[in-house]
């Protein structure tokens, strides 16, 4: 995609030497799900210079915290943790007030999910495995979270994934949008996860969140660091009224 | 030219893309998010649905479709769409998103025909919504968009335009059976295989 009109922001193409490739055959379920024919260029228009990040408004800050946020009034088992970090756009800004989501396992590694079936680790009645959170004016996130736990898939035997949680970023224009997963960086089973490695690998080690003791709080919380870099329109700080 | 870093600036690699998963679910593409309008927005009211296929035309079961689109007047909400002499709905964002139904494949949005929109080369561009399209097995989103038939604007549509000629019924809608006197569009989403859906780089 390119952009030449004075109209529009400057946008950065998504990198795809960064990214996966569709088509990853360790990766089983990839193989009917990826296209034959290569993305059709385009020039950009109002419409891929824009998108919905800047539209949400309504979040409680409950929402970040997932060690309490199921309803229940308790609380959830497991190592708490702290994931902070920015989201940057392409030239190093910050990009403020973009929605964060994210969805985890439980400790035990098992998914509030009912199509989690087949793995039998216990549920958490106080733990969901879901957040939100926007980003403030620097482009900083914090989620409070339980460390999940590796748990087994069918996609070869024995296999497993590490432990992760899962990120969705709206970004500022319609080209920001990231789906990814966050891993702990130091964990054994990394190499042996086909998901982990479809990402390049001079761009891998940008999935891996660090233990930084900054960000750990005494007699509460280990925390990680896990900075973010988006595709699309550079980070434009503006007035929340302009679109309220 | 984009994506050509500033002089003293340093351009950042992006974060690797990966996959939903099967949970997704848990969070993204609830009941409410595919409901686009409410008593507050202008517009005429339409449902688009479809399905996910697979290379192998086999439904996709754990698909999130993903709609961004102006609003009947062509206005985006969005600080980059300053064109304030066009209206904005306070019950309108302009994005929906719809989850793959498990036992059907086929994800469904209620939402407002959009208004056209400039394509910022001097022209405007067909009405259109913007689709981010996601899966289980998708290690990244593919960005497509959906035209209505029978517009004559389609075929001056600068973004229509880049397509081969062959391959441009693929971002167009059919129309269906209304329902409950809702104008109703089809539009199925091919990952992989014949007449393969038109994805964009974006």
């Known amino acids: 995609m390119s952009t030449d009109s004075p109209d529009l922001p400057r946008l950065h193409p998504r990198d795809h030497a960064d990214h996966p490739p569709f088509r990853y055959p360790d990766y089983k379920s990839s193989v009917a799900r990826s296209p034959d024919h290569d993305l059709v260029s385009i020039l950009a228009t109002l419409s891929e210079a824009t998108g919905p990040g800047p539209a949400w408004t309504e979040l409680s800050p409950e929402d970040a915290d997932l060690t309490t946020n199921a309803g229940t009034g308790g609380v959830a088992i497991g190592a708490r943790i702290i994931v902070t970090g920015r989201v940057l756009d392409a030239a190093g800004n910050g990009i403020p007030d973009t929605l964060v989501e994210i969805w985890q396992a439980n400790a035990a590694g098992r998914y509030a999910h009912w199509r989690e079936t087949e793995y039998d680790a216990p549920l958490d009645p106080n733990f969901l495995g879901v957040g939100q959170c926007r980003t403030d004016s620097d482009g900083t996130y914090r989620f409070q979270t339980i460390r999940p736990g590796p748990y087994p898939w069918g996609n070869h035997p024995n296999a497993w994934r590490p432990a992760h949680i899962h990120l969705s970023l709206m970004g500022p224009s319609l080209g920001s949008r990231l789906v990814t997963q966050l891993y702990f960086a130091g964990d054994p089973m990394l190499h042996l996860d086909p998901i982990y490695c479809s990402a390049p690998p001079q761009s891998r080690h940008r999935v891996l969140a660090h233990y930084d003791h900054g960000v750990t709080e005494a007699d509460w919380a280990t925390g990680w660091r896990f900075d973010i870099v988006l595709a699309g329109a550079e980070a434009t700080p503006f007035e929340a009224e302009e679109v309220a | ?202």
Do not use: K
């Open chain 2, 1 to 202: 030219m984009s994506g050509q870093p500033r002089p003293g600036q340093t351009r950042l690699g992006q974060t690797p893309s990966s996959t939903l998963g099967p949970f997704f679910g848990m969070l993204l593409g609830r009941p409410d998010d595919a409901t686009m309008v409410d008593d507050a927005t202008s517009g005429e009211r339409i449902r688009v649905t479809g399905l996910v296929l697979d290379g192998d035309g086999t439904p996709i079961e754990d698909a999130l479709v993903e709609v961004w689109q102006a609003n009947a007047a062509g206005r985006y909400r969005h600080p980059v769409d300053r064109r304030d002499e066009l209206p904005l709905d306070d019950g309108f964002t302009g994005f929906g998103r719809s989850p793959t139904a498990f036992e059907t494949g086929s994800w469904s949005i209620l939402t407002v025909r959009p208004g056209p929109v400039p394509d910022g080369h001097g022209g405007m561009q067909a009405p259109h919504l913007n689709l981010v399209v996601q899966a289980r097995g998708m290690l990244a989103p593919l960005f497509t968009r959906m035209y209505f038939p029978n517009e004559d604007a389609n075929d001056a549509d600068i973004v229509v335009s880049s397509v081969p000629a062959e391959r441009r019924h693929t971002l167009v809608a059919t129309r269906g059976d209304d329902v409950d006197g809702v104008t109703t569009f089809l539009h199925d989403l091919r990952l992989q295989g014949d007449d393969e859906t038109v994805f964009f780089d974006v």
